[in-house]
């Protein structure tokens, strides 16, 4: 059984930065693209950006220019670095292969507020 553990979240104010870490158990994360997710209060859950095994990225629209995806293949571990945070962003992420989907994780709270 794969396991997803996110960390990293917290508060952070508008214009403030947060890096998230995704875990992935074993080598489940050996030639898988891997994306991040959000879930703010009331929606639905929503993709966020998108690693490929090579590195190629995507992000929704809301998110370029401020968030950025990476993963270090050696530490079985996927990252998402949010700048210039709005309260928009203030959601559950979670992390999880596009393509296969592993049972989710809790994910990592992140609130963005002054």
């Known amino acids: 059984q794969v396991q997803l553990v996110e960390s990293g979240g917290g508060l952070a104010q508008p214009g403030g930065s947060l890096r998230l870490s995704c875990l992935v158990s074993?080598?489940?994360?050996?030639?898988?693209?891997m994306g991040w997710y959000r879930q703010a209060p009331g929606k639905q859950r929503e993709w966020v950006a998108l690693?490929?095994?090579?590195?190629?990225?995507n992000y929704t629209d809301s998110v370029k220019g401020r968030f950025t995806i990476s993963r270090d293949n050696g530490k079985n571990t996927v990252y998402l670095q949010m700048n210039n945070l709005k309260p928009e962003d203030t959601a559950l992420y979670y992390c999880?292969?596009?393509?296969?989907?592993?049972?989710w994780g809790q994910g990592t709270q992140v609130t963005v507020s002054s």
């Open positions: 690693i490929t095994w090579f590195s190629m990225t």
């Open positions: 999880n292969s596009p393509s296969r989907p592993w049972t």
């Open positions: 074993g080598s489940a994360l050996r030639g898988k693209s």
